[in-house]
C-alpha cells in the first residue's frame, strides 16, 4: 500500500506543481491571450460538449488511429524485411535516410495535390510521419537479433513465418515498441496540423477557429483537450506496452536480482 501511494505521488507531484503554478502566475491577467486558468477552467465545459465530442474529438480520434495503424503495420513489415537482408538495408539506407530527414508538415501540400482535403490526406499526413520512427527500430532491431538464436533457429528447422514470428519480431519487439511510442506523439501532431488545412472539423481546426475569432479561453481549452488526450493515449500505450512486453520486463526484472 505505501508503495501504490508512493507511486501516485511521483506521479501527480509534478502535474499538480505545474497547475498551482499556472493558476498563480495568470490569476490577475489582464491579458487577452493569457487569460485566467479559473476562466480556461470555466470555459472547458462550455466548450466541450457531448456534441462537440462527437464532431471533432470523434473524427480526430479516428484519423489518428488510421494514419498510425497504416504506419506501425507498413514500418514493422518493411523494417522487418530491410533488417533481415543487408544487401537490402544498403540499397535502401541512402533512400530512408533522405526520406525521414524530410519534416511532415512540409510533406502537406504535396499530399493535399495527390490525396486531396478529406479524411484521406490527413491519414496520409499522419501516416508519412509516424512510419519512420517504427520503420527504424525495427530495423535495428531485426538487425541486433541474437546470432546464437538465430542458428538455434535453422538447426531446428525453425524458418518462414514461424521463424519471422516467434524469433525476429519476438527479439526485435522492445525497440519496436519504442518505435511505437515516439511515433505516437508525432501521430498527435500531425493529426493537429493536417486539421490546419482545409478541414471542417476535428481538434485542430476548432483550436484555429477559436484563435480567428479571438475566443481565447477557448483556443485554450482545446490545448488542454489535446494535452489530457497525449496523457490518456500514453496510458492506454504504457498497458499494452507492459502487457505485450511482460517476458522482457521479467528479464530484466531477474537481471536486477542476479548477483
Same mark, same amino acid.
Given at each position: 500500500?505505501?508503495?501504490?501511494?508512493?507511486?501516485?505521488?511521483?506521479?501527480?507531484?509534478?502535474?499538480?506543481?505545474?497547475?498551482?503554478?499556472?493558476?498563480?502566475?495568470?490569476?490577475?491577467?489582464?491579458? #487577452?491571450?493569457?487569460?485566467?486558468?479559473?476562466?480556461?477552467?470555466?470555459?472547458?465545459?462550455?466548450?466541450?460538449?457531448?456534441?462537440?465530442?462527437?464532431?471533432?474529438?470523434?473524427?480526430?480520434?479516428?484519423?489518428?488511429?488510421?494514419?498510425?495503424?497504416?504506419?506501425?503495420?507498413?514500418?514493422?513489415?518493411?523494417?522487418?524485411?530491410?533488417?533481415?537482408?543487408?544487401?537490402?538495408?544498403?540499397?535502401? &539506407?541512402?533512400?530512408?535516410?533522405?526520406?525521414?530527414?524530410?519534416?511532415?508538415? #512540409?510533406?502537406?501540400?504535396?499530399?493535399?495535390?495527390?490525396?486531396?482535403?478529406?479524411?484521406?490526406?490527413? =491519414?496520409?499526413?499522419?501516416?508519412?510521419?509516424?512510419?519512420?520512427?517504427?520503420?527504424?527500430?525495427?530495423? &535495428?532491431?531485426?538487425?541486433?537479433?541474437?546470432?546464437?538464436?538465430? &542458428?538455434?533457429?535453422?538447426?531446428?528447422?525453425?524458418?518462414?513465418?514461424?521463424?519471422?514470428?516467434?524469433?525476429?519480431?519476438?527479439?526485435?519487439?522492445?525497440?519496436?515498441?519504442?518505435?511505437?511510442?515516439?511515433?505516437?506523439?508525432?501521430?498527435?501532431?500531425?493529426? =493537429?496540423?493536417?486539421?490546419?488545412?482545409?478541414?471542417?472539423?476535428?481538434?485542430?481546426?476548432? =483550436?484555429?477557429?477559436?484563435?480567428?475569432?479571438?475566443?481565447?479561453?477557448?483556443?485554450?481549452?482545446?490545448?488542454?483537450?489535446?494535452?489530457?488526450?497525449?496523457?490518456?493515449?500514453?496510458?492506454?500505450?504504457?498497458?499494452? &506496452?507492459?502487457?505485450?512486453?511482460?517476458?522482457?520486463?521479467?528479464?530484466?526484472?531477474?537481471?536486477?536480482?542476479?548477483?
Amino acid at each position: 500500500m505505501r508503495r501504490v501511494l508512493l507511486r501516485l505521488l511521483f506521479v501527480f507531484a509534478l502535474p499538480t506543481l505545474l497547475f498551482v503554478s499556472w493558476w498563480l502566475a495568470s490569476d490577475n491577467s489582464t491579458d #487577452v491571450f493569457w487569460p485566467p486558468l479559473r476562466t480556461i477552467l470555466k470555459t472547458f465545459p462550455e466548450v466541450w460538449t457531448g456534441e462537440r465530442l462527437k464532431d471533432d474529438v470523434l473524427p480526430s480520434m479516428l484519423r489518428l488511429t488510421g494514419g498510425y495503424a497504416l504506419a506501425a503495420v507498413a514500418g514493422v513489415a518493411l523494417g522487418t524485411v530491410i533488417g533481415s537482408y543487408r544487401r537490402v538495408r544498403a540499397v535502401c &539506407e541512402p533512400v530512408l535516410e533522405f526520406l525521414r530527414a524530410v519534416p511532415p508538415p #512540409v510533406l502537406v501540400p504535396v499530399i493535399m495535390l495527390f490525396a486531396g482535403i478529406g479524411d484521406t490526406m490527413k =491519414v496520409a499526413v499522419i501516416a508519412s510521419g509516424c512510419v519512420w520512427p517504427i520503420l527504424l527500430n525495427t530495423v &535495428e532491431g531485426v538487425r541486433a537479433v541474437d546470432p546464437v538464436m538465430t &542458428e538455434t533457429a535453422r538447426s531446428y528447422g525453425i524458418k518462414g513465418p514461424s521463424r519471422i514470428t516467434h524469433l525476429v519480431l519476438r527479439s526485435a519487439s522492445p525497440q519496436i515498441f519504442a518505435g511505437l511510442r515516439q511515433a505516437l506523439s508525432i501521430g498527435i501532431i500531425l493529426m =493537429v496540423i493536417s486539421e490546419m488545412f482545409a478541414a471542417s472539423n476535428g481538434i485542430g481546426f476548432t =483550436v484555429v477557429q477559436f484563435q480567428r475569432s479571438f475566443a481565447i479561453p477557448g483556443m485554450w481549452t482545446g490545448i488542454l483537450v489535446l494535452g489530457l488526450l497525449g496523457f490518456l493515449l500514453s496510458v492506454v500505450f504504457h498497458l499494452v &506496452e507492459r502487457r505485450a512486453l511482460a517476458w522482457y520486463h521479467g528479464l530484466r526484472a531477474a537481471a536486477r536480482r542476479s548477483p
